[in-house]
């Protein structure tokens, strides 16, 4: 609870200074997207401070960063997780709802590891469009900047941007065009970020029509246990590979 209300009082200066002021940035003021940001909700805040204390732990190898899909692997996800992530000494950093602007401001107030950790798998921006506010090409310049505040802080880490999963069951569906054009985006920006590679695994999801099943993902947005199992395997390589 101390913790919280520290977090809490910290979030009122960010609020008073403005958040480029208070993290040393220069934000795009037409971008949210890219303009760090948190959320005025406890149990946000109380999440924080435990992901803190984990990753003041000395074995953290693997970040799986995201938003509720990743976050789910702490509940539908669970069993998927203990066999392919938790022996890889993973820490989850997805928190339900959050769009890049957030994971930015977690990321600014994450301790600094002495021990870079080996690898990071990032897969955010679906809350930034559809539902959101923001357009495709606003939303890739945040996950984009998120690539590049995880190099800076880790260089040698190996950064794994996953394109967003598919939305809706139908293809013609305006959320899967919008996450179409959102990942269609992305392999030019971050193709300069030294140690960040990106894998669209989306298609897995779907079958030949582009259908998204309710077995795969029954409320068409997030990964049933199937869906976790589909998404595990389909990296498994690339861990392997960042990992060793």
Same mark, same amino acid.
């Given at each position: ?14 609020? $008073?200074?403005?958040?480029? !002021?208070?993290? =040393? ?14 959320? $005025? ?27 509720? +899909? ?13 066999? *392919? ?11 339900? =709802? ?9 990321? !600014? ?9 080996? @690898? @990071? ?11 959101? *506010?923001? %357009?495709?090409?606003?939303? @890739?310049?945040?996950? %984009? ?26 293809? !013609? ?14 392999? =030019?920006?971050?193709?300069? +970020?030294?140690?960040? *590679?990106?894998?669209?695994?989306? !298609? ?8 998204? *099943? ?14 976790? %199992?589909?998404?595990?395997?389909? +990296?498994? @390589? ?7």
């Amino acid at each position: 609870m101390v913790l919280y209300r520290a977090f809490y009082f910290l979030t009122v200066v960010l609020l $008073l200074v403005g958040p480029g !002021d208070a993290v =040393g940035q220069d934000p795009e003021p037409d971008n949210p997207a890219v303009t760090p940001q948190p959320r $005025l909700e406890e149990w946000w805040f109380e999440r924080h401070a435990k992901k803190i204390g984990e990753f003041k732990k000395e074995n953290v190898d693997l970040l799986m960063v995201g938003d509720s +899909i990743t976050h789910n692997f702490e509940s539908v996800g669970k069993q998927v997780w203990e066999k *392919s992530f938790a022996p890889r000494n993973a820490i989850n950093l997805g928190f339900g =709802g959050d769009r890049t602007n957030h994971v930015l401001w977690r990321l !600014d107030h994450l301790p600094k590891r002495k021990q870079s950790p080996k @690898a @990071a798998v990032v897969m955010i921006g679906t809350n930034n469009i559809c539902w959101g *506010s923001d %357009q495709p090409r606003e939303a @890739a310049l945040g996950v %984009q900047a998120i690539a590049k505040k995880l190099h800076m802080d880790y260089p040698d880490m190996k950064i794994l941007v996953l394109g967003v999963f598919p939305r809706r069951r139908k293809l !013609d569906h305006p959320h899967r065009k919008q996450v179409m054009e959102l990942n269609a985006a992305l392999p =030019g920006l971050l193709k300069t +970020i030294p140690n960040v *590679s990106f894998k669209d695994i989306g !298609d897995q999801f779907l079958d030949e029509n582009g259908f998204l *099943s309710e077995e795969m993902m029954p409320d068409t947005t997030h990964p049933s246990e199937k869906g976790h %199992q589909v998404w595990a395997a389909a +990296i498994e @390589a690339d861990l392997k590979e960042m990992l060793k």
